[in-house]
């Protein structure tokens, strides 16, 4: 008897434990990224991911916003200029026309796989008003053609309406589309929600904010919080026809091939173990030496990093023609542009950490 107490003692505070490690309320980079993942700013409807980071930034911020919808804090004054910038709009669907059977059918606004959206309940967002509920509904003969991707044109929205004169009360050509959304725990430090690209980048320059010793910056250093990355970079465009930095850290994910399904071959960076220099992708290498002056700085400062070779652009590839040096950072992100992401929570700590060292320091 006395032994099987012991054991249920044991049971006890090994669950206890578990629940310890995956219940913490106070953790700030779960609390940054809650906000913020709740917000919705599909490409070209940025605004309340926009207006969501401006109360998260620290008081004695002055931000402004440009013709583009960028969101922009100034630290500092004079030469040199750094520029750390991510984005605040995600992947998703916009409305391209309402049928005769009050069906919504869609343009695509950024890149991923339609499959991953049919026959999901999504949330019609609408420019003045609050949102609208409805399905992605499936294809004709859906169940015998699932195992190939639909096309564009196969997909439309059901929110209930029997005619397009009912959807035209409801909805508008314009408006957006996206699936729910809702920032949840894993075990331990891991954590799974969906549009983590690029809030995460958004958090961390946040959490670097917060860290930051204003009276070591030398020169100026740009906080940007971009519009329209996932259609084609077009904030970042709008930004270097005003600003030319001497260096842009361009923060956003690390597509890894972290995963069980997945060849360790190329863009392997597991998550958990850090920040990531993204040393190369398809719009961008950093030089050499340049990747070498973070790994020494994040060593400087014990924050754990990675470095490695991922797929995708970013914002910073457009400042290169004016002179920058582009040295993207990243965190490792697994099941990138799916209904559910996965990260791990420390590498929001470690980015967050480099963004405000790297500010000082670089």
Avoid at 93 to 115: N, P, Q
Wanted: hydrophobic share 40%; glycine share 10%.
């Amino acid at each position: 008897m006395r032994t099987r107490n012991a054991l249920s003692l044991v049971a006890l505070a090994i669950v206890a434990s578990g629940c310890a490690s995956t219940r913490r309320p106070n953790d700030r980079s779960f609390r940054v990224l809650e906000p913020l993942i709740d917000a919705t700013g599909v490409s070209g409807m940025e605004g309340p991911v926009r207006d969501t980071v401006r109360t998260l930034l620290p008081s004695w911020t002055d931000p402004e916003v440009d013709d583009a919808g960028n969101l922009l804090v100034r630290v500092g004054s004079g030469s040199p200029t750094k520029l750390f910038i991510a984005h605040l709009d995600e992947i998703g669907y916009a409305v391209k026309d309402i049928d005769e059977h009050g069906m919504l059918t869609l343009v695509r606004k950024g890149g991923f796989f339609d499959s991953l959206y049919e026959g999901q309940p999504v949330l019609v967002f609408r420019r003045d008003r609050g949102p609208v509920s409805g399905v992605v509904a499936p294809r004709p003969g859906y169940r015998a053609a699932s195992t190939a991707a639909p096309k564009l044109d196969e997909l439309c929205v059901d929110i209930g309406a029997t005619s397009k004169r009912d959807a035209e009360l409801a909805v508008s050509p314009g408006d957006t589309v996206t699936i729910r959304k809702d920032l949840q725990r894993l075990v331990g430090d891991r954590a799974t929600a969906r549009s983590f690209d690029d809030r995460v980048g958004c958090a961390a320059l946040l959490l670097g904010l917060e860290q930051l010793d204003r009276h070591k910056v030398k020169g100026t250093v740009v906080f940007a919080f971009s519009t329209g990355e996932e259609v084609g970079l077009d904030g970042a465009k709008a930004l270097s026809k005003r600003l030319q930095p001497n260096v842009v850290f361009a923060v956003d994910t690390f597509v890894s091939a972290d995963s069980p399904r997945e060849s360790d071959r190329f863009a392997l960076a597991p998550i958990g173990e850090g920040a990531v220099v993204r040393a190369l992708d398809h719009s961008n290498a950093a030089p050499k030496w340049a990747v070498a002056k973070v790994l020494d700085i994040a060593a400087q400062h014990r924050i754990p990093m990675q470095y490695g070779v991922t797929g995708g652009g970013n914002d910073g590839s457009v400042f290169t023609r004016f002179g920058a040096i582009d040295v993207p950072l990243a965190w490792p992100l697994r099941y990138s542009h799916s209904p559910a992401e996965v990260i791990d929570l420390r590498d929001v700590d470690a980015l967050g950490r480099l963004v405000a060292a790297l500010a000082e320091d670089f």
